[in-house]
């Protein structure tokens, strides 16, 4: 007697979609800005972005669509100035702490 297995089809992970209120935005750029990888830190960005729309947000920091996505992708180096007007544009604010 064989017995059929169902696959199971899995969705890639994307963080994008449990970005859903402030209080996760800001719980998941804590947890990312303690990891000190700048590569991360593009990564999250452009996740929070594309949970709030990656149009408006290109908007919001004066930036053209594809320039935003160019600044966020991998290996991107973009300028310390488009990641605060990122940051600004996202409602997420950077601060510093003694360690």
Do not use: C, N, W
């Not at 696959?7 to 994307?14: A, E, G, N």
């Not at 800005?33 to 709030?52: F, V």
């Amino acid at each position: 007697m064989s017995t059929s297995k169902k696959k199971v089809k899995l969705l890639p992970f994307d963080a994008a979609r449990y970005l859903t209120d402030d209080a996760a935005i800001a719980e998941y750029m804590t947890a990312v800005l303690e990891t000190d990888d700048p590569d991360l830190l593009l990564l999250a960005l452009g996740d929070i972005a594309r949970a709030k729309g990656m149009a408006q947000v290109a908007k919001d920091a004066g930036l053209g669509r594809e320039s935003l996505y160019k600044a966020l992708a991998p290996g991107a180096k973009p300028r310390f100035d488009t990641v605060l007007k990122v940051a600004r544009a996202l409602g997420v604010r950077l601060s510093a702490h003694s360690v």
